[in-house]
C-alpha cells in the first residue's frame, strides 16, 4: 500500500510540474514592419531628444530614421526590424559641400544593402549609383530636430554593388557625387 501512495504522490507531482509547463511560440520579427514603440538612444548617451525623422518599407524591411545630439556630438540612428545602427560625430555637410555622413550597411540577412546619411538642403534628390544602374534614397528633412540637412536613406537589391552616391539639387544640377570606399 505505501509503494502505490509513493506512485500516486510522483504522479501528482508530474502532472503539477506538467501542467505549469508550456512550450513557449518565439515571434520571429517581421522584417517589413516598421519599428514602433518609443525611441530610445541605442548608442551613445542621448544629451536631448531622439527626434524620428522618417519611416517606410523599403524592398520588404521596415525601417525609421532618428537623430538625437550626444557628448559624441549628433548621431543618426537606423532601425530595422532586425537591427539598429547607430554613428556619432559631425554628421551634416561643411560650407559648400552637399555629402555631410554616408555609411554603408553590411548586407541584411536576404542580401540587401541598406545606405543612409545627411546631405545639404540645397539636394531634392540622393542617387544611389550602383554596377547595375542607380536608385533614388528617402530623402527626409531635419528641420524638426533644428537642423539644417535632410537624412537619406536608401536600400539596394542582393548582388548589386553600390560605388557613389551623388546628390542633385532642384534645378537639376549634380551638386556632388561622393565614392564609396
Do not use: K
Amino acid at each position: 500500500m505505501r509503494v502505490s501512495l509513493w506512485i500516486s504522490a510522483v504522479n501528482l507531482v508530474a502532472a503539477a510540474l506538467l501542467a505549469g509547463c508550456t512550450i513557449a511560440t518565439v515571434e520571429t520579427p517581421d522584417p517589413a514592419a516598421i519599428p514602433t514603440g518609443s525611441l530610445e538612444a541605442r548608442g551613445p548617451e542621448a544629451t536631448g531628444p531622439v527626434v524620428e525623422v522618417g519611416s517606410d518599407t523599403t524592398l520588404g524591411y521596415g525601417w525609421r530614421y532618428a537623430v538625437y545630439p550626444s557628448d559624441d556630438g549628433w548621431c543618426t540612428q537606423l532601425e530595422t526590424g532586425i537591427a539598429t545602427t547607430t554613428g556619432c560625430g559631425e554628421i551634416l555637410p561643411e560650407e559648400g559641400e552637399a555629402f555631410g555622413s554616408v555609411g554603408v550597411g553590411d548586407p541584411l540577412p536576404g542580401g540587401e544593402t541598406i545606405v543612409e546619411g545627411i546631405a545639404s538642403t540645397e539636394t531634392a534628390t540622393v542617387w544611389l549609383i550602383a554596377d547595375a544602374g542607380r536608385s533614388p534614397a528617402v530623402i527626409m528633412s531635419l528641420a524638426e530636430a533644428g537642423l539644417d540637412g535632410q537624412a537619406f536613406v536608401g536600400f539596394l537589391p542582393p548582388d548589386v554593388a553600390i560605388t557613389h552616391v551623388m546628390a542633385v539639387a532642384f534645378n537639376g544640377e549634380v551638386l556632388e557625387t561622393y565614392e564609396l570606399p
